[in-house]
């Protein structure tokens, strides 16, 4: 039964279902990427193959397995979820559009990068002795982010980067125009994204823009109203869509997915990612992300030596991520506690200003707020840390 309540979203200093959707697709991506890491080989055999040209039976329920844990399906639900926080917190701002894209842009560098580069230099000594080559110039590259050498997960991060300054732009739009301004300019910086110039930057941007464009519409008034039709059941409709179709059906759902969450709508499947241990995953989410590949890389080198491994990828892979889960989930605590939280309070503080009460007047004045239009829980914006 659909509700006719109004959509606000969660009165809370952080939105938990969010942060626990976002620790589990974490969890996903390592299942996935153990299973595929212990033999390449199924990336093309099965992974990309349809169910109906897998001969034999054990690869079909390896397609199976890989479908229900899809890294490339949780990528898409970080993406989305980065819109949506993101571009709240940008349409919370009321200073002017260019002292508010510097301060967004310090934060957002200083949110993702330190932690990152530890996690690089992590690998640089950790790889080496087992027999996973590291060189200075490999290094330099992953860690611009301009080729992604050896940490296979950092390619999500050079997308995180562009979608900052998409998202910036694209709340320009929002503040001249609404939803049909943010609509237009997205429309017109993928356009501009496609210069030859640009291509070796936006070679990954270019597949999930619209995942990041769908997720600032969730903050607006579009996404209030579309939180307003959806049915109690409608975050079950959206999930089951996500795991199993690809593509633009894929973003669109996830987006769905979101809003429910976003705006309390996602009955059982919100009080579950509300629960501690859910909630704990999304704070350790992105660091776990990052420092999983530390380990994950070092156990799969050896197993795809291993005959026996190779030959029983499922039973094997589900194992070995269950450890592999285990042994980071300490190391990305640790990783929150000493290099995530100190950026973060670095961020604040290096952007945080008196108010100028002189200042000339913003870019236009911010549109309406969804909440004021839907009669609000009196709600504070995400203020999520997390990059993906």
Known sequence: ?????????????????????????????????????????????????????????????????????????????????????????????????????????????????????????????????????????????????YEITINGATWTLNVEFIAAIFLLLAYAGFRLGGEWGLFAISLTLVVIFKAAWLKPYMMYFKQFWVCFALGALIPTRAGAWIARCLPSWGWLVALLIVIIFRSTLQHVAAAALVTALYYGKGGSFGVFLERPVSIFLGRISYSFYLFNVVFLEVICHYLRSQPWAVARPIEVGLATSLIIILLTIPVAWLSVKLIEEPSIRLGRRLTSTRPDRHAPPALTQPIESPERLVTPLHSVPDRSPQAS
């Open 1 to 145: 039964m659909q509700s006719n309540a109004p959509a606000a979203p969660l009165n809370t200093n952080r939105n938990n279902q969010l942060d626990g959707l976002r620790g589990y697709a974490a969890l996903v991506v390592v299942v996935f990427h153990t299973i595929l890491g212990i033999d390449p080989t199924q990336i093309s055999r099965i992974l990309y193959e349809s169910i109906l040209k897998i001969d034999d039976t054990y690869g079909r329920a390896t397609k199976i397995v890989l479908k229900l844990f899809n890294g490339e399906t949780a990528v898409v639900i970080f993406f989305v979820l980065s819109g949506a926080v993101l571009f709240n917190s940008l349409r919370h701002n009321t200073e002017r559009f260019a002292p508010m894209s510097l301060k967004f842009l310090v934060r957002r560098f200083l949110r993702i990068y330190p932690a990152l580069f530890v996690c690089l230099v992590a690998c640089a000594v950790v790889f080496p002795p087992v027999g996973i080559p590291v060189s200075f110039d490999r290094f330099l590259l992953n860690a611009t982010l």
